[in-house]
Structure formats: structure tokens, C-alpha cells
């Protein structure tokens, strides 16, 4: 089984204290070891952000892309891999602004994959711009006089694209974040949580306190596979009124389940007399 130590990799943390990024990442290591997902089966791809990080501070094998493309490469991986849990860490600037175009089309194929998404509402590894999620009105370094572009909601774009597993947490509930990464992580199909995770450095908006505040879950009177009940939901935001857990989901045959090419075994697999790369690694240790 795999344990918290199989996950620790030998980098140090060094998101900001408080930064929703450090509860989000423990949430997510809960679910490997509640799931088995390590090393064997799974794979974790990042884009560029504060969010990327997390392919340092997580011994699992991954990949860190260009800037808004972590999207095509892990579809890159679950094809020529179909057998490994592939799991997508993207920050809302990463796959709203820059990715914006791979979000809608693995939305609308429906691949395998499961996009986490870091939505602190802010470009923070620049130190602090606008995002595509940031509220009306934000003042940023970008935005002096405040946001005059419409806040993106990522729930409603990703239902009208296609997915079929859309669900949002709040990064510091974090049994509650583990539970919906594991369900995003047992759907057939492209599942996307959008986690609200504050930026304590930078957005001075989008804080814990505002989130622990105004947000509340979804209970058994909503139906996730009814469509129109979701989009309603999906476009709430305010005070006290914005909805946390599973939006949408359903059930339709994956894009990798259509290719017959993938109904046999992996199309590339772990070769188990790989070379020793010990000697390699050490030279670049
Ligand atoms: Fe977290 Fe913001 Fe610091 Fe980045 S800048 S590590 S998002 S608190």
C-alpha cells in the first residue's frame, strides 16, 4: 500500500504560509494512500503557477509543461497509457487564460483525466495580475483601477463543454477535498474540480475568510445529472451563496473507451529491464 513516505520527495516546501496550496496537496496525498495511486499507476502533470510546484514536492512520476498546455500533454500520456490514473494540477490562469482552448476540447472529448484546477483568482508566480477568475472590479497590479473584464466561472464553462464530472471544494476542508478528488478520480471521463485555494500573498479578496464565510454545500436535493439544475447552480456566487461539491455528473463512454487501439493492453508500458539510471541520476543530483 502505498504510504505518506512513499509520496515524500526530497525538495522543501516553499508555498507562503497559509497559501491554499499546502492543504490542497495534503488532501491529495491522503487520496494516494487511501487509493493506492503511487509511482506503479498514476502520473501527475502541472502547468506554470504556484500550482507547479507540486510536481516537486510529490514523488510520483510527472511532468511539468509549458505555460496553459498541461492539458494535451496529459491526454498525451492517458493515450499512450490508458491503464495510469492521470491526474492534471492547473492553476485558473494556467487553463482559463493561456489553456483556455485545450480546457473546452478535453472537456467536450470527454478523455479519462482529471483536472484539479489551483483557482486562487490570481496570477501569483508573477506576483500578482488578473486572472480570467477574477472578480469585477479586482485591483491588481494589472488591473490599478480595478477588473473591467466578466469573471470567468469555471463550473459553468466546463459543464457547457462537456465534461462529465464538474464538482468545486474549498482547498483548507480538506477530508471533504480528498473525498471529491477521489470521485473525480473513479468517474469515466473528464473530471473537473474547481478548488478554491487562497493566495495569503496576493489576492486579498478571494481570502479563507471569505470562502469559510460564504460557502456552503450542496445537499441530496440536488440532482447532479439533471443539466439545467447544474448550470443554475454553477452560476451562484455572492454572499452565502457559493455552492461547494459535485455540480454534474454522467455517465457517457470516455474518449479513450471509443479508440479500439485502446481496448487491449497499454499501447506503451513500463519496460521491466529498463537500464539502471542510478549512475545518470547521480551525475545530475
Ligand atoms: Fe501561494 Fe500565493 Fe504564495 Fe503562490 S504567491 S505560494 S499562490 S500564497
Given at each position: 500500500m502505498t504510504t505518506m513516505q512513499d509520496l515524500k520527495s526530497k525538495c522543501d516546501v516553499n508555498w507562503c504560509p497559509g497559501c491554499g496550496n499546502i492543504p490542497l496537496w495534503a488532501a491529495f496525498k491522503n487520496a494516494c494512500v487511501k487509493e493506492d495511486w503511487n509511482n506503479t499507476n498514476s502520473c501527475i502533470v502541472a502547468g506554470i503557477g504556484c500550482h507547479g510546484h507540486i510536481v516537486n514536492f510529490t514523488k510520483m512520476t510527472s511532468f511539468e509543461g509549458l505555460h496553459g498546455r498541461p492539458l494535451p500533454v496529459a491526454t498525451g500520456v492517458k493515450l499512450a497509457n490508458h491503464k495510469l490514473n492521470v491526474f492534471v494540477f492547473s492553476g485558473d490562469g494556467d487553463s482559463l487564460g493561456e489553456g483556455g482552448n485545450h480546457f473546452m476540447h478535453a472537456c467536450r472529448r470527454n478523455h479519462d483525466i482529471n483536472l484539479f484546477m489551483h483557482d486562487n483568482s490570481i496570477y501569483a508566480l508573477t506576483t500578482g495580475q488578473t486572472s480570467?477568475?477574477?472578480?469585477?472590479g479586482f485591483v491588481s497590479k494589472s488591473t490599478p483601477k480595478g477588473n473591467i473584464d466578466n469573471m470567468l466561472t469555471p463550473i459553468t464553462l466546463a459543464i457547457s463543454a462537456g465534461a462529465t464530472f464538474v464538482a468545486r471544494a474549498y482547498a483548507s476542508d480538506i477530508p471533504k477535498l480528498t473525498e471529491l478528488m477521489i470521485a473525480a478520480a473513479n468517474h469515466k471521463g473528464f473530471s473537473f474540480v474547481d478548488i478554491l485555494q487562497p493566495c495569503t500573498t496576493f489576492n486579498h479578496v478571494n481570502t479563507h475568510e471569505m470562502y469559510q464565510k460564504n460557502t456552503y454545500y450542496l445537499d441530496d436535493t440536488h440532482d447532479v445529472t439533471d443539466l439545467d439544475a447544474a448550470f443554475k447552480k454553477s452560476r451562484e456566487w455572492g454572499d452565502k451563496k457559493i455552492p461547494l461539491g459535485i455540480f454534474y455528473k454522467v455517465d457517457k463512454p470516455s474518449y479513450e473507451s471509443k479508440v479500439p487501439q485502446l481496448q487491449g493492453d497499454a499501447l506503451i508500458t513500463t519496460s521491466t529491464d529498463r537500464p539502471n539510471m542510478e549512475a545518470l541520476y547521480k551525475q545530475y543530483a
Open positions: 480570467p477568475a477574477s472578480p469585477d
